[in-house]
């Protein structure tokens, strides 16, 4: 099937639209992932995959191997291949953001083929407009994080199955295996398509078929075979079975005492999802998709046969909705884990729109310019709708003042150096980014003289406070005063403390 033209614009369209602030530091909502898994990037790059056994080191500033501290807490792809991509274009955000914009055109691209083959190249075109317009797609397209390259391997076994629906042999079958494990090492959230695939074969495959092919129920395995291999490949890492993986799941899915600091209703739970689903995808697409999926729903409440297409448009509806019902924690705290419902609702806005056009169609059947303006017209109120929204989200800085102080710190002392700063609510929620940017040893302590004296060594470098954080004890403020030098920047106060 030939590459029409016409995904080229979808393509270039994405990547303008993705490029904007793609330099940015990493002071957004949610941008903790880029500190976090670009540190981890970094130290790949710096000791190399074989002295990191392939593995994420979470450690900052490791110096040697007996540094290293493993992130064992999802699967590796995404990490191996951005930092393979890392030592060609090296450790930035703007190096960072485009390797995750080239996952998400490739997602797109992907998404076109699957929708075109299932359907036709309008229905693609029109769906990929909707996908990318989205404030879910424009903000969370670039964001350094698994789920982009999830979405595309998830894409890509789901039209990898299509072919292998349709022909059935044994190299479309190994593809099938390949992309699939593939999927399976890059988020866990693929470990879901093994069994909807199984389920769509015994349902739309006719008897005969499945009686010739019992070797397709194989691949049930291979989300199981996945996870047996992350755990020993943990324990080749760490020297020993990760205990936390497990309770770390059981708090994901809401259960534990962990999890009791997060306590919500189901009510509470389920108008979260839906406002989200609102904002990040706008009303406008919401209720187009649900005009097509109610049509499908009454189809199927009414017995009618369904087609194969359907069965896909099952697989695509359902596969997103999987997440938020098993690990409700998570979905509770990071609206980006809602990323793969760009699988269902701009394919169901799409259809919605045709299937609306040819239930109306007496109405332009001789001007065709009524149904384009028509339109033209949702597709801008779908559009702009979150412009605002989208706006604020790209330009956000929750978290500038450790960049800020990351660069005073990395400005100010030297290599080998330690920072003290006297406000340890600074490090619940900043620490990973004043890490990234400042890179120097930090020790923080309550700001009080017994405690500074505690930590005071000859390798210390400065000593800073936060004034809008915790106060500063006089005490160790005029004790500070009379024996260095002071400044002070924005919402900082600084204490040089080298002869």
């Not at 979808?10 to 990547?15: D, E, K, P, S």
């Not at 470098?461 to 920047?489: C, P, T």
Request: glycine share 6%; with cysteine; aromatic share 20%.
């Amino acid at each position: 099937m030939k590459t029409p033209k016409i995904l080229f614009f979808i393509l270039g369209l994405a990547f303008l639209l993705l490029s904007y602030n793609l330099d940015k530091p990493f002071i957004g909502h949610h941008d903790w992932n880029g500190v976090f898994f670009g540190n981890i990037v970094k130290n790949t790059v710096k000791f190399g995959f074989l002295k990191t056994k392939f593995g994420a080191v979470r450690s900052f500033l490791p110096q040697t191997e007996a540094d290293f501290r493993f992130y064992t807490h999802y699967p590796p792809m995404f990490r191996i291949v951005s930092a393979l991509l890392a030592k060609i274009l090296g450790v930035h955000e703007w190096s960072l953001r485009l390797i995750v914009v080239l996952f998400s055109l490739l997602a797109i691209f992907l998404f076109f083929k699957l929708i075109q083959r299932l359907f036709n190249q309008k229905i693609a075109f029109i769906a990929c407009l909707f996908f990318i317009f989205t404030p879910m797609f424009l903000y969370f397209g670039k964001m350094f994080v698994h789920e982009m390259l999830g979405l595309s391997l998830v894409i890509f076994s789901i039209y990898r199955y299509l072919i292998y629906f349709e022909k059935r042999n044994k190299n479309n079958f190994i593809y099938l295996t390949l992309v699939l494990i593939l999927a399976c090492q890059t988020v866990w959230s693929a470990y879901y398509l093994a069994p909807l695939f199984v389920i769509h074969y015994l349902f739309f495959k006719n008897k005969k078929e499945k009686k010739k092919d019992k070797g397709f129920f194989l691949i049930i395995l291979i989300p199981l075979l996945s996870f047996l291999s992350h755990l020993i490949y943990g324990f080749i890492l760490t020297g020993g079975w990760d205990k936390e993986l497990f309770s770390t799941m059981l708090f994901r899915m809401q259960i534990g005492e962990k999890a009791a600091e997060y306590q919500f209703t189901l009510l509470a739970y389920l108008k979260k999802e839906a406002l989200w689903l609102r904002v990040y995808f706008t009303r406008w697409l919401c209720f187009l998709s649900l005009i097509y999926y109610f049509v499908l729903g009454k189809k199927i409440v009414n017995k009618k046969k369904l087609d194969f297409k359907d069965g896909f448009i099952l697989i695509l509806f359902t596969f997103p909705f999987i997440d938020p019902i098993i690990f409700r924690n998570v979905c509770w705290i990071h609206e980006y884990k809602l990323y793969y419902f760009l699988l269902s609702l701009p394919l169901g806005g799409s259809l919605a729109l045709f299937y609306l056009k040819n239930k109306f169609s007496f109405i332009w059947q001789e001007k065709q310019i009524i149904s384009l303006i028509l339109f033209t017209l949702v597709f801008t109120f779908f559009a702009t709708e979150r412009i605002e929204f989208t706006k604020t989200l790209l330009q956000g800085s929750m978290n500038k003042p450790a960049y800020d102080l990351g660069l005073i710190i990395q400005e100010k002392t030297k290599e080998g150096e330690v920072v003290l700063i006297g406000a340890p609510s600074f490090a619940e929620f900043l620490d990973l980014f004043l890490n990234f940017y400042g890179q120097r040893k930090v020790i923080y302590f309550q700001p009080v003289l017994k405690e500074f004296e505690e930590n005071f060594s000859s390798q210390v470098g400065l000593v800073v406070f936060d004034k809008g954080r915790e106060e500063v004890e006089n005490e160790l403020l005029e004790y500070l005063q009379q024996n260095f030098v002071s400044w002070q920047k924005d919402q900082f106060v600084v204490f040089d403390l080298r002869p």
